[in-house]
């Protein structure tokens, strides 16, 4: 496992899921943690450095959304809500929320992984400091 490769941080209550997202992104290059609820994630997020949360709506206890906004109130990274729901409701407050993007399941693994390549190259450039800057 490389050192300087993404972290990501599937959360998922479903273990087929987590299991096939953990293991892809693995073989893609990615160092990945799992976890299946509110409570582990926000326990990854306290104790890990991750650059990209995949989210699940529809978890046991505290809900997706209101994760997503605790995520965007005390942390920097991506959020990319991976759900079930594909109700445009949900997609617009989970947006608005702060989500970087809304994928519903079922997904292609193919897709899903270019636009956390995509979401990742935006926070790269939003965070790197403006080498052009006018005087």
Do not use: C
């Not at 972290?7 to 990945?32: A, M, N, P, T």
């Not at 997706?64 to 759900?83: D, K, N, S």
């Not at 970087?100 to 292609?108: A, H, L």
């Amino acid at each position: 496992m490389e050192t300087d490769a993404l972290h990501l941080l599937v959360v998922d209550d479903e273990d087929e899921i987590r299991e096939l997202l953990s293991r892809y992104f693995d073989k893609q290059g990615f160092r990945v943690s799992a976890a299946r609820n509110g409570a582990e994630l926000r326990e990854a997020i306290a104790s890990e450095s991750v650059d990209l949360v995949l989210l699940d709506l529809g978890l046991p206890g505290e809900d997706g959304l209101a994760l997503t906004r605790h995520l965007r109130e005390h942390w920097r990274g991506a959020i990319i809500i991976v759900t079930g729901r594909g109700d445009s409701v949900d997609r617009v407050v989970g947006l608005e929320l702060g989500a970087d993007d809304y994928v519903t399941k079922p997904f292609d693994l193919r897709e899903l992984l270019a636009r956390v390549r995509s979401v990742l190259r935006r926070s790269a450039a939003a965070a790197a400091p403006a080498t052009n800057a006018a005087p």
